[in-house]
Each structure stands twice: as C-alpha cells, then as structure tokens.
C-alpha cells in the first residue's frame, strides 16, 4: 500500500510559468511533510517543508499549500527556471521522535527554456 | 563542510558476490540513515542509527544486508551474494538529531550497485 503518493509522474512547463506538483497520503498520523529535490546524480535535498498545523509554506519562488481534511498537499513553483528542472519528492512522518520518512516515487520536473 | 560521502560511487558485482558501501555522516550529526533508491520502489528506507547505536533495522532484507556503525565518522551496509534485484541506488543520510526542528536529512550522492 503506497501511503504518500505523488502526480503527475512528470510534468513540462514554460520558463516563467507556474508549475505544480501534487501530493496525497493516507495516514492520518502524519504530521510533517518535506519536499525534496534531486539532480541526476545526485541525492535528494531538502527544499521546504511544513507541518500540519500550517496550511501554507512560502519559501522564495516555492510556496505549499496543505489541506489536512482532503489529506492533500501541493507544490508550487512559480516563475519556474531551467535549473529547477528535477525530480521533486513528497515526504511524510508522524514528527517527534518517528524517524521514517515515507517517501512518494516522484515529480520529475522539465522547465522548458 | 563536505557533506556525506560516500564511497565507491559505482559499484559492480557479479552475482553472489559481496558488496560493502562505506558512508560518511557529517561530523556532528547524531542520526545515520541508509535508504534504497529503484525506479520502481522509488525511495525506501533501510536502517537507522542514533550515536552508533542501531535503532531500527525493519526495512533491511534480513538474510543479506547488514548495517554496522562501529564509530561516528563512518557507517557501512554490506549486502552477502548480491542478486540483481539489489541493483539500486543505495543512499546514506545524516541528520543533526531528527527531532524537533532539526529533521533535515542530508544525502550523499549514493553509491550505485550493478550487480549482473
């Protein structure tokens, strides 16, 4: 059973258009939610990150948005840029002292020039 | 600061061979993880250290893999008579303390195992 899931598989947008990446899990215990982005060849870092007793995060050009009741998440980047070009994952763990990160399979990103 | 590293980047190994990856946390940071990275699983978690000592092992293949942090700058995952279906992306990540406002995991590049 996949407990955090991530849509679309991929996505190709425009420089300077608003691209936005979707999340959605399925236990209600989950309390924090990361997002991390990887280059190929690289390992996953962190981008940014919310709890659940927050409905937005806004950190430069990525804001996300939480909807705790429909149990959803989503990504926004705006004014996306060609060095955003990724693969974005969605993560979710219950917070305090619950280590395990469960992790989505992915948004792989292309921003086209 | 350097990062994690690890260490080989690539590793090849014929089938039923032994493999062992080498990771090295950031220097201060407490919690060590090794997670898996396929294509078709996406990204799985593995094993877990706090100070050394080993917390939670529940993703590990029991009968292959083994995880061992004899000190605090170094940690390895060993996989006996490797099969194909470990070829992967195995990553290792540290992390202050994963408590509180200090859950940032902070990757290393991976050490990529082929085994044919």
């Known amino acids: 059973q996949q407990q955090v899931r991530q849509s679309p598989q991929s996505l190709t947008v425009w420089e300077g258009e608003t691209a936005i990446l979707n999340c959605s899990y399925e236990?209600?215990?989950?309390?924090?939610f990361p997002w991390y982005q990887q280059f190929p060849g690289e390992g996953p870092a962190l981008l940014i990150a919310?709890?659940?007793?927050?409905d937005k995060k806004e950190d430069g050009r990525f804001t996300i948005f939480f909807n705790k009741r429909e149990k959803k998440l989503s990504l926004h980047i705006t004014d996306s840029q060609p060095g955003d070009s990724a693969t974005y994952f969605c993560?979710?763990?219950?917070?305090?002292?619950?280590?395990?990160?469960?992790f989505g399979k992915g948004t792989l990103l292309t921003v086209t020039p | 600061n350097a990062g994690v590293i690890q260490t080989p980047r690539h590793k090849v190994t014929g089938k039923g061979q032994e493999a062992t990856l080498w990771c090295e946390p950031i220097?201060?940071?407490?919690?060590v993880f090794w997670y898996r990275q396929t294509i078709v699983q996406g990204l799985e978690f593995l094993t877990y250290?706090?100070?050394?000592?080993?917390?939670?092992d529940s993703g590990m293949p029991k009968e292959r893999f083994s995880a061992q942090m004899p000190n605090q700058s170094h940690s390895t995952l060993k996989i006996q008579s490797t099969q194909p279906q470990d070829s992967a992306v195995y990553l290792c990540?540290?992390?202050?303390?994963?408590?509180?406002?200090?859950?940032?995991?902070?990757f290393g590049h991976g050490t990529k195992l082929s085994v044919l």
């Open positions: 250290f706090r100070n050394q000592a080993p917390i939670d």
């Open positions: 220097s201060g940071h407490s919690a």
């Open positions: 993560a979710a763990n219950s917070g305090g002292s619950n280590y395990k990160l469960t």
């Open positions: 919310i709890r659940s007793v927050s």
């Open positions: 236990n209600s215990a989950f309390d924090y």
């Open positions: 990540a540290s992390s202050l303390d994963f408590t509180g406002d200090n859950e940032r995991l902070f």
